[in-house]
């Protein structure tokens, strides 16, 4: 039988089941083979914040969603093209995402009454009329795959694990995925169980054989590889860039690397990878709870190494006295909130971009810092490093702001070149950091004597001779360091500090606008963000340009302080538009900042921004601002 083979730009794909289905291995594996293919590439994992939700209900559905294409591609994207659906609750949860016209796959194993009913279904929707709008594909997953692994002697329940492996035999048999990656894959996976590696291995081959011999399936399609900068990439998760950035960081600075952090949904896995590193000099401890993290940190930064903790914003409020400690002594340490859904523990495993005011403020006193965000799950590697870069440079800790969609999602990663990367100076201190007596003679160390152009202090190892001296929370005399409750002085401390952080906006790049009419005739509408709205805001801008109106995009990855050249930028347009994942955080900086009008497009429901809504809103914004208005004279 001859089938047909169809050309596609992109396709959408989710695979959902229950909790314990594999579908985040499934979807991870896909993907693999996808950026292996040349494919670019964006995902969006979902699934329950509990260890093992109720099975076969709505609470317990997981799901992993891939967006590959020919083209670049900014988003995991809006709906579904192929859902690819393990059980009634995993139809039930996600169909309503689906586009219309869309592709179903089912496994009609587990249609049985009892799981209907957990699901929310009167009847089987594969009985009647509620699917129609779709393509449906009923196919009895599981009886195929435990008929397929027979031979190796396997329960019949340890048999059905394997389903989600038959499932990605078809959907890569669909889209012409490589097969080599996988297979390998669960041959060193299962390697010590030879039994279930046959298993799952031969279910994979099923499944890609189901698909090239059925006559259910006509249609195969082709997804050319995506024109690429040459070099060498691998797809990397936001989380997996991170820790690469900060081994990164290690070797640029020569500094080692001290981990303090206590395991938190989504930043573990940043502790996970770290702790394979050994060789490049890191050092991981999980602590007892997030306090002793963060203090082990700050006594590795004390001790001269680059300090390290991360968290979501749970951790972040309990770590917030050692974080103004760190302000006061003045010591780099690197503090990376993966920003989850809140208040307090909030949704896990859902992302949000509700810590900005936190990072911004949430210390007492005068307790500035700098705040650095990601863009994109690659992006991660290079914001890491440029966090590091500003915590030893200017002696302060820094906050990385990113988030669960980052963390968890991924994307093609070009690896770069160590010799391209940033070098890192620690400069630690010498004997020219000593005041002068009146007779010119150098005096003890001053640990407080800062540096004419950064206005950070010396950076001093414990232990090395002559530079014996003393920090900690109290207010500090300028320059000698001593306890000082002089009023004049704190005033005189705290606005250093602060200016510290501000002198940061010099060594930062300039605002990266992306405007199609040029400075000379802007667009009226300037669209600004930060952090993981960069993909569905730039999605969203090129829905509004293909439509016609002319739309200015920027996004920003300092956050603290803002570039130098912001407030003239924003100036420039009538309208300024910010999308966030919160209430409007940003936007009341920017507004009390610059005194711009701001209007904010929000969203606080654990999930990415769509690029369709946030295209509409922005397209009524433009025509709202083209549309001339009418007088009542016209009127009449």
């Known amino acids: 039988m001859t089938k047909q083979v169809k050309q596609l730009d992109r396709v959408i794909i989710r695979f959902a089941g229950d909790s314990g289905d594999g579908m985040q291995l499934t979807g991870d594996r896909f993907t693999a083979e996808s950026a292996s293919f040349g494919n670019d590439l964006s995902t969006l994992p979902n699934f329950p914040a509990e260890i093992r939700a109720p099975q076969g209900t709505l609470p317990g559905v997981s799901s992993f969603q891939v ?42 194993h587990d249609f049985t009454k009892r799981n209907l009913t957990k699901a929310g279904y009167d009847g089987s929707p594969l009985d009647d009329d509620s699917l129609s709008e779709y393509t449906v594909h009923a196919v009895d997953l599981t009886g195929m795959t435990v008929e397929a692994v027979k031979e190796f002697g396997l329960s019949r329940k340890d048999a059905a694990r394997a389903k989600n492996m038959f499932a990605l035999g078809l959907l890569s048999w669909m889209y012409g995925r490589p097969t080599e990656g996988t297979i390998g894959f669960l041959q060193r996976r299962f390697a010590k169980a030879p039994a279930i590696r046959d298993a799952n291995v031969t279910a994979f081959k099923a499944g890609w054989n189901f698909g090239e011999t059925t006559e259910a399936f006509v249609v195969s399609y082709e997804i050319k590889p995506a024109p690429m900068e040459a070099g060498t990439y691998r797809n990397i998760t936001g ?46 401890l999980q602590a007892e709870d997030e306090i002793a993290g963060v203090g082990a940190a700050l006594g590795a930064a004390f001790g001269g190494a680059l300090g390290v903790t991360t968290t979501s914003g749970p951790g972040v409020a309990l770590k917030a006295e050692t974080i103004g ?113 009146e007779d010119g003679q150098p005096t003890d160390f001053w640990p407080y004597l800062r540096d004419p152009e ?34 004049a002085n704190h005033e005189r401390m705290v606005r250093t500090r602060q200016a510290k952080i501000d002198g940061i906006a010099a060594d930062i790049p300039p605002t990266e606008l992306d405007d199609p009419h040029g400075p000379e005739a802007p667009a009226r509408v300037l669209v600004l963000g930060w952090g993981s709205t960069y993909g569905p805001i730039g999605a969203g801008v090129r829905r509004a340009r293909k439509a016609g109106h002319a739309v200015a995009q920027a996004h920003l990855r300092h956050l603290n302080p803002f570039p130098a050249d912001l407030g003239e930028v924003l100036a420039r347009y009538e309208k300024v538009l910010i999308p966030e994942m919160n209430l409007g955080q940003l936007s009341m900086l920017i507004r009390a900042r610059y005194l711009v009008d701001a209007v904010g497009y929000n969203q606080v429901n654990g999930m990415p921004l769509k690029a369709a809504a946030l295209a509409d809103a922005l397209v009524d914004l433009v025509t709202a601002l083209e549309t001339p208005p009418t007088t009542e004279k016209q009127e009449a």
């Open 67 to 108: 967006h590959f294409a020919d083209h670049d591609i900014l988003t995991p994207g809006d709906a579904p093209d192929v859902l690819v659906s393990m059980n009634p609750a995993a139809l039930k949860a996600n169909l309503d995402d689906l586009r219309r016209a869309g592709t179903v796959i089912v496994d009609t």
């Open 239 to 284: 989380n997996l860039a991170t820790s690469y950035g900060l081994v990164a960081a290690g070797v640029r600075s020569g500094l080692p690397i001290f981990l303090g952090s206590y395991p938190i949904t989504p930043a573990s896995d940043i502790l996970h990878e770290l702790s394979k590193h050994k060789r490049f000099g890191v050092t991981t």
């Open 325 to 437: 400690l760190a302000v006061m002594t003045e010591l780099p340490l690197l503090v990376i909130d993966v920003q989850r859904g809140g208040p307090s523990t909030g949704l896990p495993t859902k992302t949000e971009q509700a810590d900005l005011l936190q990072a911004m403020y949430g210390r007492n006193g005068e307790a500035p810092l700098p705040i650095v965000a990601p863009k994109s799950p690659a992006d991660c590697f290079d914001a890491t490093l440029e966090a590091a870069r500003l915590a030893v440079k200017y002696r302060t800790p820094v906050m990385l702001l990113s988030d669960g969609y980052l963390a968890n999602g991924s994307e093609p990663w070009r690896l770069p070149e160590v010799e391209d990367l940033p070098t890192i100076d620690p400069d630690f201190a010498t004997a020219k950091n000593h005041g002068e007596g």
């Open 454 to 487: 950064t206005l950070a202090r010396p950076w001093a190892v414990p232990g090395t001779p002559g530079l014996e001296h003393r920090i900690g929370g109290l207010e500090k005399g300028e320059g000698h360091g001593n306890i000082s409750y002089d009023p």
